[in-house]
């Protein structure tokens, strides 16, 4: 690398940090400064931010060890290769129990990005294969993945003036509408969509959440809509249960 590209804050961080960890919560300030050369006020600042970002944590002793943050880094990091992995795994017995198909995804902007599906032996299916996409507001998992989003984020992704596309009759076209829908599977945990993304098709989706609470997929059961009235409640528990073992490593 370069080294006009260099930051040597960030790589002060990093030696402080690598000492930490080694150590386990045995060093103290004075300790830290011996063993990187960092100076005493340097040091000072360095603890005090990444202690304010939850990388470390410092003791009743004033010795430091790493912060929860880090916990969270490497859950995403190892999650980020085993989710499609996880739901092949987990998603066939959710399928047999219900009887019907079962869904991943992730979400690309305004769009939802199906990375994988358990089918359901049904005549008729939802395309929904790996690398499909639909757009957000018109999908229960669009919905549930955009309950984690920022207002923000929000701004960014559906301004004001933006017209939603219109895929069935009873798809959201407002911005206040979804905006109203996401709320809702904030407070509730599940998202739905009745024929908004495909006419006589209903599903409903549960977010798969990491350790610090964002949401990074989502897991859906879709079913002909003759089928919602008796199984929408089952899928929706059942939703649940399966984005919570993925977001847990498939554990119970």
């Known amino acids: ?47 005090q931010t990444m202690e304010e970002l939850g990388w470390i944590e410092k003791d009743a002793a004033d010795s430091y060890g790493l912060g929860g943050y880090f916990g969270w880094l490497g859950s995403a990091y190892f999650q980020q290769f085993n989710l499609i ?16 198909s079962v869904q991943l995804a992730r979400l690309e902007g305004t769009e939802v990005v199906y990375l994988a599906k358990e089918a ?11 690398g499909s996409r639909f757009p957000a507001h018109a999908t229960g998992l669009g919905k549930v993945m955009l309950a984690g989003v920022d207002e923000e984020m929000w701004g960014r992704l559906y301004p004001s003036e933006t017209p939603l596309a219109q895929l069935t009759p009873y798809t959201i076209v407002s911005i206040e509408a979804l905006k109203k829908q996401v709320q809702q599977a904030r407070l509730e945990g599940v998202a739905c969509d009745e024929q908004e993304a495909v006419m006589g098709f209903c599903c409903v989706a549960a977010p798969i959440k990491q350790p610090g609470g964002e949401v990074c997929g989502a897991v859906s059961i879709s079913m002909p809509l003759h089928e919602w009235e008796r199984k929408r409640v089952l899928a929706g528990t059942l939703a649940v249960t399966l984005a919570e073992k993925l977001a847990y490593g498939g554990r119970d």
């Not at 930490?20 to 045995?26: K, L, P, S, W």
């Open 1 to 47: 690398m370069d080294k006009k590209y260099w930051v040597p804050a960030l790589d002060r961080a990093h030696r402080v940090l690598r000492e930490i960890a080694e150590e386990r919560g045995r060093l103290k300030l004075t300790d830290l400064c011996q063993r990187t050369h960092v100076s005493k006020s340097t040091m000072f600042s360095l603890l």
């Open 85 to 100: 992995d996880l739901f092949k795994r987990e998603a066939p017995a959710i399928m047999r129990e219900i009887g019907e």
């Open 120 to 130: 359901a032996p049904t005549p008729v299916q939802v395309n929904s294969g790996p």
